[in-house]
Structures are given as C-alpha cells and as structure tokens.
C-alpha cells in the first residue's frame, strides 16, 4: 500500500507520516531529505544554488541513497551519512532552490518510485500524490493556517534555543508557500484525488489517527 502526505512545510507532515507508519508497520520516507542532500552537495561545491547552469553538471558526481536502520531513515551522499547535516537552514534554503530545477526533480523520481514498489510506504514531500505516486491509495494534502505553521516553528526553534521574531517567521511561511505553489515545474497543489486536511485546530495525535482511519478503510 501506498500512502502520500503532501504539503507545505511547518503543517506537521513528518511527524505525522512518521507515527502513522510506524502504526501502519510500514517505512516512512521523506523525500525532502533527498531535495537536501543535492542542496548540501550543492553548497559544499560552492555552486549558487539557484542557477540551473551550476547545479545540473554536479547530478553526475551525485550517488544518493537512502537506508532505513533501526527503522529510522538514514540519507548517504556518496557513501557518507548526511541525515545530521541537512536540517540547517542554509541547507534548507539550498533545497528549496534546487527542488525548483526539473533536472533535479527527474533524478530523483526513479529513487523514489523504487522505493514504493518495493516497500508498503508512507511517502512525504510535495508531489507524491501528484507526480511521484499517481496510483497510491490515500493521498493526504495535510495543512494548516500559516500563523499556525508560523507560530509553531517559533516554537520549534525556541527549544532549540534559538529565539525568532513571530513576524519574520510568518512572512517568510508566506513567501515559501508562493514559491512552492507557484513555481512552474510540478508545483505544490492538492490531487484530484486528494483529501484536504487542515490540522491548525486539532493535535498532532488526531491528525494521526485521521491518517491510520482512513488508510484502514482504504485498505479494506
Ligand atoms: O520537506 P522538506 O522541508 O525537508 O523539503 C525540503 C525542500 O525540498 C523544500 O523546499 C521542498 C522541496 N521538496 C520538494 O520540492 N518535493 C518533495 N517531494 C519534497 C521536498
């Protein structure tokens, strides 16, 4: 079976699919991790991230892998593990840019595809219902409002210890969500077949029993 959670970033989506699939007995895959790990290739060779000219060349230098150990996804850029290097935000900034070029987005389909075939997978990203898996049976497009997702990730970065201004953070949710839903190339959007969710009023706990509910009635 084969599950996609799509959506814009700060809705939950991880963390959701991560415990759903861990109910479910399936692998988790975040396909954003892979986005990272071309956007961390890309900064480590000093290339402008944004520059289709410049990023295109380093696919060929670029073996990218996922393992689950433990039952944890773990990302390898030519053979290092990279999963503790790539949730920074110059290499947050990095993945956004390269997502954009459809060179990028084509390496990386067959990967994840691959993936799916083989595996019962909850799948989270931006284009998985839409793109990567047409033909999964549950597709999620899991939001929330952005003084929500705003609010939340001040707090994120607050446990971090790192202290951000609610008002920069909002815009920059607001400007984000533009990017991704008005970029040319395969843009963020709900599948046809796609249900809305909105978690802006309801816990991490309920989106995630949403979730388990509705792949078991689709499963039956
Ligand atoms: O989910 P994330 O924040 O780790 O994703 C990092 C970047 O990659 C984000 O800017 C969106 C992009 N991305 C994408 O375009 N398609 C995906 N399937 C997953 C992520």
Not at 60 to 87: S, V
Not at 109 to 131: C, L
């Amino acid at each position: 079976m084969k599950i996609a959670i799509d959506g814009p970033a700060g809705a939950g989506k991880s963390a959701a699919a991560k415990a759903a699939a861990k109910k479910l007995g399936f692998i988790y895959v975040d396909t954003g991790a892979l986005y990272r790990g071309i956007g961390l290739f890309a900064l480590r060779k000093g290339a402008k991230t944004n520059s289709i000219e410049e990023v295109v060349p380093l696919l060929a230098q670029i073996k990218i892998e996922m393992r689950h150990i433990e039952g944890e996804q773990h990302i390898f850029l030519n053979g290092e593990d990279i999963t503790g290097l790539i949730r920074t935000e110059s290499v947050s900034a990095a993945a956004s840019d390269v997502s954009a070029i459809p060179a990028v987005r084509d390496f990386l389909f067959d990967m994840q595809r691959d993936i799916a075939e083989k595996n019962d997978v909850v799948m989270d990203g931006r284009d998985i219902g839409t793109v990567v898996l047409p033909d999964a049976e549950l597709k999620i497009f899991l939001t929330a409002k952005p003084e929500i997702r705003a609010r939340r990730r001040v707090n994120q970065l607050a446990e971090k210890g790192v202290e951000a201004n609610y008002d920069d953070v909002l815009a920059d949710v607001i400007q984000r969500d533009y990017n991704d839903s008005h970029r040319e190339f395969r843009p963020l959007k709900l599948a046809e077949d796609g249900i809305f969710m909105d978690n802006s009023e309801i816990t991490l706990e309920e989106t995630i029993e949403n979730i388990i509910a509705l792949a078991k009635e689709r499963k039956a």
